[in-house]
Structures are given as C-alpha cells and as structure tokens.
C-alpha cells in the first residue's frame, strides 16, 4: 500500500512537472511580446526595454524557465500584465467561486445519478430507462452555453424563480470571509437568508454544469449494475432470500459504485474546466472567467496559472480516486 | 438496350459471386445499423448537415446575409413566413447565416479530428507495438495533456497565438491528439499478443508488416468510430471558443460567434441565439448516435450492453 501510494505520488509530480513545461512553452512561442503587451500601447522603445528587464524577460529561455519553476516552487504565478494585480492573490479569490459551484453540481449530478442509473439498470426498457438514455444522450452533446442561455430564459425570466446571473442579489452584502464560498460562509455566520440567497444563485448554474456529468454518472452505473446483477454472487443472494431492495441497493451496489467513482473524480477535473462556459453565461466570477477575460486581453501569467491549477486539481482528484479505490478494492492493498 | 449490357450483366454476376462474402457482410453491416432507431437518427441528422454544408450560399433565401450585409428596416424581427428563424441586429436572414455556417462547422470538424489522428495514431502504435521506455514517454506526456481540460488549455493556446477562427482549430488540434493515443496504444497492446499476430511473427513477417498488415487495419474501426462521434464535440468545442470571443469573429457567420453577439439580445429577441444554438445541438446529437450506431456495427465487442 505504501508503495503503491509513493509510486503514484512519485507519477503525480512527474506528470505536474511536465505541465509546467508545456504552459512555459505556450507562454514562450507566442507571437506577443509580453514586454510591449506590459508596458502599454504608447510605450516608447526604452520603456519596453526597461519592462522587459525588470520582468527578466531579456535573459535566455533555459534561466527564465528556472526562475518560472523557482517561483511557481514559491507560490508565485508571477503578475497580472494587464490588472497588475498579483496572480496568486487572484486565483486564491476566484477559485473558491468556482469551487464552490463545481460541489454543488457535482452533488446534484451524484444525487441523481447514482439513483436514476440504478432504476435503469434494473427496469431495462422501462419508460424511465429509454427517459435515462435520453438524458444521458444529450447530455454531451448540448452546448453548455446554449443550454444555460435557455435555462435563464425559462426560469429566470419566464418563470422568476431565480435569479438570472452572478453569485449574490445586488445590495446583499457577502457574508464575512471565511472560505469565500459563499454557502459556507453564510451557514457559519448564521446568515440563512444570504445562504438562500447564495443557493437560489447556483442552482442554474449548477444543472448546467452537471447535466454532462450526469449523463455519464447514468450510463455508467446502469451498465455496471446490468453487469453485476447478473453474477454469481448476487444470484446467489437472492436464492438465499436477501430481500430484493438490499440485493440491488447495498450488495449490488457497493461493486457497480467503483467505476463510477472512478468516473466522479475524473470528472471533477473536467468539471473545473467545464465551468470556463458556463461562468461565462452566468457572470459567476471563478477562475473561468478570469481565465476567459485574460485571454481576451492576451494576458498569460492568469491564464497559466487557472491552467497549472486546474491541472494540479485534476492530478489530486485522481490520485484521491486511487486511494477510494484501495479502500473499496481490498484486491488492490495488497497488490505490489 | 446496348450491346455491351449483356457482357455488363454478365461481369455483375461474377463479381457478384466472386465478392459473395463481402457483400453479405455490408448486408450484415446496413441491417445491424438499421435495426437501431437511434442510429438511424444520427444518420438522417448528420446527413441534413451535409446536404446543407454542401449547398451552402446557393441554397438559402439571403444569400447576401451570410457575410454580414445590412438591412437595419429589418433588424430584430421575430420568426415569420419571410424570415423562418427571425432576422438579427443588423436585419439580416437568421436561417441564411445558421445554414452557411454549417460549412465552417464541416471544415472545423474535419481538420480538428482529422489532424489528432495525425497525431495520436502513429504515436499510439509506437507506444504499443514498441513498447518499453518508448511507451513510457509516450503515454506520460499524453496523461500530463490529458490532465487538463482540452478547452482550458485551447484557450491557453489561443491567448498565444491570438484569436480567430485558424488559431482556435490549431489550439483545438493540439489538444485534442491525446485520446487518440490512449485508444490506439490499448487497440494495438491487445491485438499485438492475438495467436495470429504470433503466427505472422512466428513465419517471419517483418515488422512493417505485421503493423500495416495486421495491426492497423484492425485498428481502423474504433479509430473510425471515435472519429466519427469526436467530429461532433470538436465542433462543439470550436463554437465554445467563438462564444467566448476566442474563435470566429462576427459578422462570420459561425455557430458560436452569433451566439455571443446573441447573448446581448436576450430575453427580448430569444430566437437568435435559440436558432443558432439548436443547429450545434442537433449536429453533435448527429454524430454521436451516428458513431454509437457505427460502433454496434464495427466494433459490437466493444459496443454497450
């Protein structure tokens, strides 16, 4: 187990040197000049000169890449061209926004799942199982921004159920910060009616992001479970007449949850850059927007840094998914 | 009647006989993939989308609207007989601009997962039929580029090369080569040890081939299958881009772009961006049911049970 588990964090940082890497290179064939992007549009030639040293960007690549590593070891995603503002300082605001939302869709993708999988699988060619595949089909292919512009339409606007965009009602002030999750914070300081607030915010969002997540959640549980429910051992449960509900809810279960919590870690990666379209439609300010509005600017420390932090993400949410794996599949302790 | 046409029909029943079994086969092929309704839905779908890739300018009611002309009398105007899908803010045609569109969405697709295969597939044969310390680079740098969402790190690209429509299909194609390599390399890993790849090895078959003998063609049909469904995500991809500014630019009529300009118009003029929006739909709606049809029919070992 031990080894296992340094192997696989030995890979991780591995792995999350070779994106440095990349995101160096990307920042480095650009055909911008990041010292005349930073010294503005009526800089004269000296005033670039004199950015483009401050910045270090007049030495070779091999020591710039050094001093990159050097400070991203540091904690320091360099500034922001074009805000100047501090990269760091800026993600460490927007990541809980996004955080945030990326918890609530996924409990809501999870919440309905797990469950609607499960019926699917065992009502096949049900209406609620062709109802699943239905979802699950267009799931992937309805485009997020499309799908949450029509949801703003419906519920916000038609309806007035919620709110159309961004992460508070105007002239609600945000809770004290804490985390700068919003739903967090409210709940600690005791503030319910900013936590309603918060919620009703989300929740469009929230489906946007998670209907794509959802459809594979369904797809993969319900072939899961078809597999399990027809082996030996869960046969040989119901003929020693284990009540039909703890045969598929728990014994069956257990087994056809580990691809799909496979799949829920992977997905969070993904999701964390899913929301780059759907922070867009709903003005919710987390790193996609931040990552979306820098590009426009051609502004790249920002944009390494969202990426280089999705990706870490990414890295960890897998290697939690080895861990749950070892804790579910006692085959896997012990393997070398 | 002609005097060659007894001869031709004489020829047809030869190769008829001759291709006997490969004819049965395409029969076996057409009725597994007709027998599923939802391929035939992605069928027709992706279709429609050709036919109305294919004809383009001529075939639509404004052709002069397709590149931005303008008719402020007629801006904003709600779906009607004239206009079908209404008309936007500058008055021009809202369906013209929809259907040529569908002609940078057939070339975005077609480039995009056309230069991934490029990439992936030889890389994913190396790394499988090589294997070793090949392999292992290989597939590590493919899980560090897998590590990040392709859209995250397209956009990365874009911000460096800048925008437009030319540098979001570049950045798209280079991110989009990994999954590729994953599905090749585990194809090539399985056949590679299958007793009639060892008896090639075993008579002495050189290495050229065995790959191009044996273990490409029979890589061919998921490669075909995972080309056919990522056309579909990858031109979903490319209007994401042109929705949030990094893509095509309006008045260009694509996808993604109208939307964003769309966006500004809503709730009021709804219809813009829901035309628009319904066309990416339905197109990667296509091509996925196409490849799960595809898929039933070429690779049932593979396919969903």
Known sequence: ?336 | MTVASPDVAARLARLRVEHAGAIRQARLFVWTFARSASAMVGLVLVLAFLVLAAGGPSIVPYPDDATGAMNLAARLQPPSGAHWFGTDEMGNDILTRVVVGTRTSLWVGLIITGVAALIGVPLGVAAGYLGGAVRQVIMRVTDVFLSVPGLVLAIAIVAALGSGVLNGVIALSLVWWPGYVRLIEAKTLTIKHEPFVEAARAVGASRRRILFIHLLPNCFSPLIVKMSMDMGLAILAAASLGFIGLGAKPPAPEWGAMISVARTYMPTWWWYAFFPGLFIYLTVLGFNLFGDGLRDVLDPRASRS
């Open chain 1, 1 to 336: 187990m031990a080894r296992f588990l340094l192997s696989r964090l030995g890979l991780t940082i591995l792995m999350l040197a070779g994106l440095v890497l990349i995101t160096f290179v990307i920042s480095n064939v650009a055909p911008a000049d990041p010292a005349a992007l930073a010294a503005g549009p009526d800089a004269t030639r000296d005033m670039v000169e004199t950015v483009r040293k401050e910045y270090g960007l007049d030495r070779p690549l091999p020591e710039q890449f050094v001093r990159y590593v050097g400070g991203l070891l540091a904690g320091n995603f360099g500034r922001s061209v074009a805000t100047g503002h501090m990269v760091a300082e800026d993600l460490a605001r927007f990541f809980p926004a996004t955080f945030e939302l990326v918890s609530v869709s996924m409990t809501l993708a999870i919440l309905l799942g797990v469950p609607l999988g499960m019926l699917a699988a065992v009502r096949r060619n049900h209406w609620l199982d062709h109802a699943t595949r239905v979802i699950a089909v267009s799931g992937v292919a309805l485009p997020a921004f499309w799908f949450g512009l029509l949801l703003q339409l419906l519920f916000a606007v038609q309806l007035g159920l919620v709110p159309t965009s961004g992460r508070l009602e105007v002239g609600t002030p945000p809770p004290p910060v804490l985390t700068n999750m919003y739903l967090v914070d409210a709940l600690v300081a005791g503030q319910l009616d900013t936590f309603w607030d918060a919620f009703g915010h989300a929740v469009l969002p929230a489906i946007v992001l998670a209907f794509p997540c959802l459809a594979s959640i369904i797809r993969v549980n319900r072939a899961e479970m078809i597999e399990v429910l027809g082996s030996d051992y869960v046969l040989a449960a119901r003929a020693h007449g284990v009540a039909r509900a703890r045969v598929v809810g728990v014994l069956a279960l257990r087994n056809a949850m580990l691809p799909t919590v496979a799949l829920i870690g992977l997905r969070y990666g993904w999701m964390l850059g899913g929301t780059v379209l759907v922070e867009t439609v709903f003005d919710w300010p987390g790193i996609g927007l931040y990552a979306v509005s820098s590009a426009i600017a051609a502004d790249f420390k920002p944009i390494m840094g969202v990426t280089l932090l999705v990706g870490l993400n990414f890295m960890f949410a897998n290697l939690l998914v080895d861990l749950a794996y070892a804790g579910l599949d006692p085959r896997l302790r012990t393997a070398p």
